[in-house]
């Protein structure tokens, strides 16, 4: 079924309840800004009941909103315009396929990276969506043995990250599909993308990434996976850094885990197992 059925669901019912409210309630308020916010809101409230991801319940509001500013001409249509194809050229990158929006490898999360990445490595460290180079910035001056280099489809995130880490000398992005990528290359790939991503993810490494290579993993733990090495960068569920040594193409795809563990099952039994050297 569609992913988009509860976002619209959220937004449907969200001007229905509030143009109710309004008409039985507070008659002033029809047609007015206010009964956008008012829809806005119950919009936002739904996504989260629907247990949509935490960055929906704003982007419900801001819909509602700005679907009252285009039809009362609040903005002129260009600058609609604008500010759509700057989202695209931003955000476009996760829309499609194995939704993987940009947000950002926080600096919190730099000492999980670090122990996640063994420190005697050489060669070149991929960061397969790149986002505005989060990444490359804070990770490459810790570990300059390594070849920074990052892969990104939004093409103006791109050009962004790319600027950023060229003026700090912290590797290259370029513009591009990671499904399409050559991970073969790579010591060190990293990915921060969607839980969606991570099991076609995984496949392609273990196709195409050398024996004793790692893939390092932000957030989303490879699903029937277990990792080498996880550590935690905060109390949320989500806030782990998880490290899998491939095994090298043609060989078995890694040690299934037959309790699919949980994120932060994984974790908790990390904290045992031994670093990556
Ligand atoms: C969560 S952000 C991570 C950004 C960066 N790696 C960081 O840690 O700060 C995910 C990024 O992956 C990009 N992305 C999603 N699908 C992609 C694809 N198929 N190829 C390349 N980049 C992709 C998105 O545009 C987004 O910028």
């Known amino acids: 079924m569609s992913r988009w059925w509860p976002a619209l669901t959220a937004q449907g019912l969200g001007w229905i309840l509030a143009m109710f409210i309004v008409r039985e309630l507070e008659p ?23 247990r949509e991801p935490a960055w929906r319940s704003p982007m419900q509001f801001a819909f509602s909103v700005a679907l009252y500013a285009g039809q009362h001409s609040v903005v002129p249509p260009p600058l609609w315009a604008g500010a759509f194809a700057i989202s695209m050229l931003l955000f476009g990158g996760g829309l499609t396929g194995r939704r993987a929006p940009l947000y950002l490898t926080q600096a919190r999360a730099v000492d999980a990276l670090l122990a996640c990445i063994p420190e005697n490595l050489d060669g070149v460290c991929l960061d397969v ?20 280099r990052g892969i990104e489809r939004a093409p103006l995130t791109a050009l962004l990250g790319d600027l950023r880490c060229r003026l700090r000398a912290c590797g290259r992005i370029g513009l591009g599909d ?26 392609k490494a273990v196709q195409e990434m050398r024996t004793d290579t790692w893939l390092v993993v932000n957030a989303f733990a490879v699903p029937g ?30 040690r299934a885990d037959p309790a699919g563990a949980r994120p932060a099952d994984a974790a908790m039994g990390s904290r045992r197992s031994s670093a990556p050297r």
């Open 28 to 50: 002033a308020w029809q047609g007015t800004v206010l009964e956008a916010g008012l829809a806005g809101a119950w919009a936002a409230l739904l996504s989260h009941r629907l």
């Open 129 to 148: 969506g790149a986002g505005l180079g989060s990444f490359l910035l804070q990770v490459a001056p810790l570990r300059p043995r390594l070849t920074f």
């Open 225 to 254: 996976q277990t990792p080498e090495r996880s550590e935690r960068y905060g109390d949320g569920e989500s806030e782990v850094v998880y490290a899998y040594r491939l095994p090298g193409p043609g060989r078995a795809a890694g």
């Open 178 to 203: 990671l499904w399409h990528a050559d991970l073969s290359e790579a010591s060190v790939v990293y990915a921060f993308l969607s839980p969606e991503a991570m099991e076609a993810l995984w496949t």
